[in-house]
């Protein structure tokens, strides 16, 4: 589907000969960048608020990296504009990741009923 | 170049190699070869003699379980001396030994024989010339994949001989044993195993990722997705499972390398107690979470032993019953429908850890799932049966009883896969039972089918018709007779990985039956027996290199995939000019064509 | 019913929910036996119908029945009537429809290499306090022989049989001091891992008296072979007699001298 | 035949061969690093009271050091920047701003280990002691004016060291179990004036376990090391693949530019992954 419309953007033999569009891109390197060294610092600086709710403190550095690891792969890896093949990979990988980690958390909570930590040796 | 491996079938040269050493083509040639079909072979021959060296480790268990603590046969001195008293006291089997040679039995048949084997060398010889590629996408990586998976056989093989002896933990490895077994020693059996594994797995990964970009990539014009052969689909499939199901197992054999050598905690809860007292860790870690990451390898590395070979069966059943696969598109969606739920089936292993209902419901419903792939790829097989003008050669008796053994063993998961009737059976001789069912007379029968079907590909001669059907028929009948009386076994509530197998259990007179115990030598016998029917085979396989009778044309067996359109052997680049496809992979007797076969490059 | 269990080998179960699994066993054979036989009838036929010899020409189409596509169905709808029918009740019974504590006989049990050892509370009910700075492998269950409530704790250790009255539901906490093992009681069809640093509990009712093994069904060590536990299947009065001299003797106290 | 579109996209995919590659092996690595942070966030959940740097709330207290993760992490971030432009560079004919732009990659990756090093050597030479009474504190270790690496108890009781001079972390927030139970938090050390290290000595015979910042200490180390270690070897690859092409790759550039190009795009994107995971390492390791 995107792949008309943005190859341009990226694809290496498309715009071999555009170099006009390498030059806008340049600059857009450069902001995304800086835009990923504001991510940090508001990161360390949110864990220095203290935030009275532990779950929220994590929610929003997790946000924030999540936007950080968009930005990079998205841009620097050129995935917004990537060829369907490579989308299926990596939706599949992510499918299987998210099974996988999902899964085991769930495991790890649903217990036969009375299980516990070993509670022999603190009763 | 092309001088140089045209006319010659590699290993012909084997008594030669000796004074060849100073040639400066040996080692590019046979050690450091990048062409697929040199390195096919490499793997190939790696792997039979991996497979050779397990069941030499089962034989040897099999002794003890037959005649407890008698001496073994043969090779106990042997043993008494080069592993020392702890191991073989007097020739006569230890416990330790006999866990070491179980763990290694598993570890050597799955990672370093049937898995080099199926991907490896069939995977790597076949698939580039089915799609009509040249060689692989990446050669020298191909090349780096043989030489990691080499070194990575040497550690296991040299795990024997460090202090404490291999590893024992069985091949699942699961901590805390397998962390505790041997702590006293810093490089000990697990921790080669360990190292081992991390070698192995890169080697699979780094072939994974080549065998997809080839196939991807390197189809040649007029090669479709639905044009595949289904062997192409079936190691592409393997691929995608071993690119993305073994790296969580390479994290785990890495914290547990961790856990050995740095003695960390990432699989020791707190509280450990061993007779030495309290176990001086941090603690706090998850003996489970290995199992789990263990197993969201091991699952999908089932069906990277079985996929290889439906493909390989796939193919030879095609070319004798001369007519085309039944059903071939939903074979193919059912291949794709296993890659996929294999990922999440694998905690059907682990029922029996403490699971809840809803968790133990989602993975058994799961994996009855699985089996519904697995019964229409079966059933389309059986279907192709239909009308086929069936030719019994020794590739093809192979793959036909591939069929029934694979669906003795896949029909024995299923009580396996329902929780309850799993309570009763797990960790029963039942289990072994089942995946053995799979695995020796399914995948390695398989596997002998493709070795005497693509056998006149790679060295211009047949192998003997004779030998290989007195290898078929003594095959057949051992390995049912070493296998179905373990289903007998296990229903009489025997357990598996029992040194004195299964005596103490059955000597007390509670309950259970010792008669079953009479078993083990029919089995033992069965599985001598069985070693002697390879010996036709393994003299067939190098008398045939240089008597074997001469093949009389490139396509000996008239088949229409493109493997057989080029010359024999192949040369590197293997197609002469390059080809193109017009049609599907299995145009048998087509209507109105005048020969039996349209090869999938045959124009018009 | 029965004439199939013993078809399948099945030793004769001895505790209540044991029939309802063997039941489930019996009717996926059963499911498996069918498949087999009909799938190699067919494979037999075609392989000898279809031979060279019989059948010179191969035709292109094979077949055009559906057959194969309702036997598929077939074969899932039956999966999942035992699964929704057998398997999942049967689990839910096993891991969530516990017996009230009190009104069962309550067993700690722990698996150290290469034994299992049990723990009752004794008359009174009371766990004694315990506590891993005790722990050993002479008391692996950690019991403070100080505290009150220990003093009529009991303890069967290193594979001693301990006693369970017969036609009462009996929970045991399963657990391991070091690796892990597996709590299996053939003929109880009972099995749960036993994982250190986690405490499992399953439950049973015996159906009939007499002596029966405990195997270890997990791979720890090189005693794994030899890891028996014991314990006996006896009626109220004999148990009681055991739990009360048994306790009286010292209890775990004692035992831990 | 030769092999096809090594260089060239292939027309029905639009891609050349090593980009697949390089994508199927990306793959890969998610799932490894994936199920290394799944193994941290299942030790972290599953973790019994006291056993991850204060568990209790959920909120670590400095046990990384903070401003040299931040600076590192700005160090990976321009390197990802200057991967890029290099390869920018490249397209657009300019070997030598190619090269120059790769320098600064280059430099960025050593710094990054330089750091890295400085880092692990700081922990080495933390240490957690443990006391008789229940409580814990952490400092370095003072002896005779250097402070040792990788000690335990039984180095100072085969030293037959009667007492230890720590310099104790002011304010000591590092709660460490005893047991299972949770010690109270030492304030002694405030006491002792407030600087940014108190000295105390501490009796041998009071410790009950003295250990460096090791992965052995705790899970948290344990994972925290693994983690970054692996990462780290990520970075060293990553660094001697570009380091190659940059001081060999003048040849391949001048014989076949595309090609080269394509080398620089893939191992950018080997690069930026590496860089990725560390925006996910830093802030699971040293903020949350
Ligand atoms: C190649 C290997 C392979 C394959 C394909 C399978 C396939 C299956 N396996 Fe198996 N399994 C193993 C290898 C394999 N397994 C191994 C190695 C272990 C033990 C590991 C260890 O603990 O060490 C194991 C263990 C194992 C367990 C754990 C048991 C336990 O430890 O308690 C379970 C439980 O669910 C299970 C289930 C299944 C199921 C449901 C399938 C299904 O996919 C099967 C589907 C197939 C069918 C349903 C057959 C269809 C065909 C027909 C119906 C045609 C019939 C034909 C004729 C009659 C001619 N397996
Ligand atoms: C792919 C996997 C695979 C294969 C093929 C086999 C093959 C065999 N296995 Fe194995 N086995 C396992 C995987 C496998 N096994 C695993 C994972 C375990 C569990 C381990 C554990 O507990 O941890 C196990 C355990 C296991 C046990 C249980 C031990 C115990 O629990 O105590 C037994 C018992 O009999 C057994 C027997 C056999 C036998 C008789 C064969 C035979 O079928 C072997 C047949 C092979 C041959 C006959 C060799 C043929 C060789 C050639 C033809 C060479 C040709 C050479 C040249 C041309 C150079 N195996
Ligand atoms: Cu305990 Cu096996
Ligand atoms: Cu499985």
Redesign the interface.
Do not use: C
């Given at each position: 589907m995107s792949e008309s419309s943005h190859s341009h953007a990226a694809d290496p033999a498309a715009d071999h000969d555009h170099g006009h569009d390498l030059e806008s891109h340049k600059k857009l390197y450069w902001a995304v960048g800086a835009a990923l060294l504001v991510g940090t610092v508001v990161t360390v600086l949110a864990r220095y608020m203290e935030f009275n709710s532990v779950s929220f403190t994590i929610a929003v550095a997790m946000f924030i990296a999540t936007v950080k690891a968009f930005l990079v792969a998205g841009y620097f890896m050129h995935l917004i504009s990537e060829k369907k093949a490579i989308y299926l990979t990596l939706g599949t990988t992510a499918a299987f990741l998210v099974g996988m980690v999902g899964l085991i958390l769930w495991s790890d909570m649903d217990l036969p009923r009375g299980s516990q930590p070993k509670t022999h040796y603190v009763p | 170049m092309h001088t140089a491996t045209t006319h010659a079938p590699s290993h012909g040269h084997g008594h030669a190699d000796a004074h060849e050493h100073h040639e400066p083509g040996f080692w590019s040639k046979y050690v450091f070869s990048t062409d697929h079909k040199m390195i096919g072979i490499q793997y190939g021959m790696t792997a039979l003699i991996f497979l050779f060296f397990g069941f030499l480790l089962m034989l040897a268990m099999r002794q003890q379980l037959a005649y407890p603590l008698k001496p073994i046969p043969i090779v106990g001195n042997f043993l008494a001396k080069a592993l020392g008293d702890d191991m073989a006291k007097g020739g006569v089997m230890?416990?330790?030994l006999y866990?070491a040679f179980g763990a290694m039995h598993g570890t050597i048949m799955v990672f370093l024989a049937i898995v080099p084997l199926a991907f490896g060398a069939f995977g790597n010889y076949v698939t580039p010339l089915q799609i009509g590629?040249?060689?692989m996408?990446?050669?020298r990586?191909n090349m780096a994949s043989y030489h990691l998976y080499f070194w990575g056989g040497v550690v296991m093989l040299a795990s024997f001989f460090v202090p404490g002896g291999a590893a024992?933990?069985?091949w699942t490895s699961?901590s805390?044993?397998a962390t505790?077994?041997d702590r006293d020693h810093l490089v000990n059996g697990q921790t080669m195993w360990l190292i081992g594994m991390v070698l192995l797995i890169t080697s699979s990964?780094l072939g994974?990722?080549?065998f997809?970009?080839t196939i991807?990539?390197?189809r040649a014009k007029g090669m479709t997705w639905m044009r595949l052969p289904f062997f192409v689909w079936a190691q592409f499939v393997t691929g995608?499972l071993l690119?993305?199901?073994?790296?969580?197992l390479?994290?785990?054999g890495?914290?547990q390398l961790?856990d050995n050598v740095?003695?960390?905690?990432?699989f020791l809860?707190?509280?450990?107690?061993?007779?030495g007292?309290?176990?001086p860790?941090?603690?706090?870690?998850?003996?489970?979470?290995w199992q789990?990451?263990f197993w969201?390898l091991a699952h999908p590395e089932v069906y990277v032993l079985i996929l290889p070979a439906m493909g390989v069966v796939s193919e030879i059943i095609a070319n004798n019953?001369?007519?085309?696969l039944?059903?071939y598109k939903s074979m193919v969606y059912a291949v794709l429908g296993i890659g996929f739920l294999a990922?999440?089936v694998w905690?059907h292993h682990?029922y029996?850890?403490?699971?809840?209902?809803?968790?133990?419901?989602?993975f058994?419903?799961t994996t009855?799932m699985i089996?519904?792939p697995s019964?229409?790829i079966?059933?389309?097989l059986?279907?192709?049966?239909?009308?086929?003008?069936?030719?019994?050669n020794t590739p093809m008796l192979f793959a036909?009883a591939f069929?029934?053994m694979f669906?003795?063993g896949g029909?024995?998961g299923?009580?396996l896969g329902?929780?309850?009737?799993d309570?009763?059976?797990?960790?029963?001789y039942y289990v072994i039972g089942h995946f053995h069912y799979v695995v020796a007379p399914g995948t390695i029968f398989g596997l002998f089918a493709g070795v005497y079907f693509w056998y006149p590909k790679a060295t211009g001669r047949y192998m003997s018709e004779l030998l290989g059907k007195i290898h078929f028929a003594g095959s057949f009948l051992c390995m049912n007779l070493i296998f179905a009386p373990m289903f007998?076994q296990g229903?009489?509530?025997m357990?598996r990985?029992?040194?004195?197998g299964?005596?103490?259990?059955f000597g007390?007179g509670?309950?259970?039956?010792p008669g079953i115990l009479e078993l083990n030598k029919v089995i033992t016998h069965s599985a001598v027996l069985l070693g002697f029917f390879q010996l036709p085979f393994i003299f067939n396989f190098f008398w045939s290199l240089y008597a074997g009778k001469k093949v009389e044309s490139d396509n000996p067996w008239s088949a229409t995939t493109l493997d057989w359109q080029t010359p024999t052997p192949p040369p590197h680049?293997?197609?002469a000019v390059?080809p193109v496809v017009y049609r599907g992979p299995y145009e048998?007797?087509?209507?109105g064509a005048a020969k039996?076969f349209t090869p999938q490059s045959q124009p018009g | 019913m029965e004439f199939f269990k013993r078809l399948l080998f099945l030793p004769e179960s001895a505790s209540a929910h044991g029939a309802g699994l063997d039941d489930l066993l019996v009717y996926v054979h059963l499911l498996m036996l069918v498949l087999f036989i009909g799938w190699f009838a067919f494979f037999v036929i075609a392989v000898y119908k279809h031979a060279r010899s019989n059948n010179p020409k191969a035709d292109y189409h094979g077949t055009r029945s559906h057959f194969s596509t309702y036997a598929e169905i077939g074969v899932a709808a039956i999966e999942g009537l035992l699964l929704l029918g057998f398997a999942v009740p049967l689990w839910a019974k096993a891991v969530d429809k516990f017996p009230e504590e009190k009104d069962a006989v309550v067993i700690q049990v722990i698996g150290q290499q290469f034994a299992w050892n049990a723990h009752y509370a004794g008359p009174d009910g009371k766990w004694g306090k315990q506590d891993i700075q005790f722990a050993s492998s002479t008391n692996p269950f950690g019991i403070d022989a100080n505290d009150a409530d220990a003093k009529d704790d009991l303890t069967t250790l290193s594979n001693e049989p301990f006693f369970v009255p017969v036609g009462k539901e009996v929970i045991c906490k399963i657990s391991s001091m070091d690796v892990i093992h597996c709590f299996k009681i053939p003929l109880m069809r009972v099995t749960q891992d036993a994982v250190p640093g986690m405490s499992i509990p399953v439950h049973f009712k015996a159906t009939r008296v007499g002596d029966f093994s405990i195997t270890c069904a997990q791979l720890c060590g090189n005693g794994h072979s030899k890891m028996r536990g014991f314990f006996k299947v006896v009626d109220q009065a004999e148990y009681d007699k055991w739990f009360i001299a048994r306790s009286k003797a010292g209890g775990a106290g004692a035992v831990l001298e | 035949m030769e092999i096809p579109y090594t260089v060239k996209p292939r027309p029905d995919t639009g891609l050349y061969n090593a980009k697949v590659g390089i994508w199927l092996f990306l793959a890969s690595e998610v799932m490894l690093f994936g199920a290394l942070f799944s193994s941290y966030i299942l030790l972290r959940v599953g973790a019994p009271d006291g056993f991850w740097p204060d568990v209790a709330t959920g909120w670590p207290h400095g046990l990384l050091n903070i401003p040299i993760g931040t600076f590192n992490t700005a160090v990976l971030i321009i390197s990802s920047v200057t991967v890029v432009m290099a390869w920018a560079a490249l397209k657009q004919g300019d070997f030598s701003k190619f090269r120059r732009f790769m320098l600064v990659t280059l430099g960025c990756a050593l710094g990054f280990l330089c750091i890295k090093t400085y880092e692990y050597n700081e922990k080495f030479t933390h240490y957690v002691i443990r006391m008789k009474d229940g409580t814990a504190v952490t400092g370095h270790l003072d002896i005779n004016g250097h402070s040792p690496r990788f000690w335990t108890l039984a180095t100072i009781t085969d030293k037959k060291m009667t007492s230890v001079k720590v310099h104790v972390d002011v304010p000591n927030q590092f709660r460490y179990p005893v047991g299972m139970k949770r010690p109270e938090v030492s304030h002694e050390a405030g006491e002792h004036g407030g600087g940014e290290h108190a000295a105390r000595e501490i009796k041998t015979a009071d410790i009950t376990f003295l250990q460096a910042f090791v992965p052995a200490t705790g899970t948290f180390f344990a994972i925290y090391f693994t983690m970054t270690f692996l990462h780290g070897l990520h970075v060293f690859g990553g660094a001697m693949v570009l380091g190659y092409f940059t001081f060999f790759g003048r040849k391949m550039y001048e014989s076949d530019p595309e090609r080269m190009t394509n080398r620089i795009e893939v191992g950018g994107l080997f690069w930026h992954f590496v860089d990725l995971v560390w925006i996910f390492l830093f802030p699971v390791m040293y903020l949350l």
């Open positions: - | 230890q416990a330790d866990n590629a040249p060689d996408a990446f050669p990586l024992k933990s069985g699961y805390p044993l505790l077994a990964l994974a990722v080549n997809i970009t991807i990539q390197l995608f690119l993305l199901a073994f790296p969580p390479e994290a785990a890495i914290m961790v740095l003695k960390t905690s990432f809860p707190s509280g450990l107690v061993t007779s007292g309290p176990v860790i941090s603690g706090g870690g998850s003996p489970l979470l789990h990451l969201f019953t001369r007519k085309p039944w059903g990922f999440i905690a682990m029996l850890t403490g699971m809840g209902t809803k968790i133990s419901t989602f058994q419903t009855m089996s519904i019964v229409i079966l059933t389309a059986f279907i192709s049966l239909w009308g086929g003008s069936i030719r019994f036909l069929l029934p669906g003795i029909l024995t299923l009580p329902f929780n309850a009737s309570i009763y059976l797990h960790d029963s007998v229903l009489r509530g357990s990985r029992m040194y004195d299964g005596a103490t259990y007390g509670l309950g259970a039956d680049g293997n197609f390059e048998y007797s087509v209507p039996d | - | -």
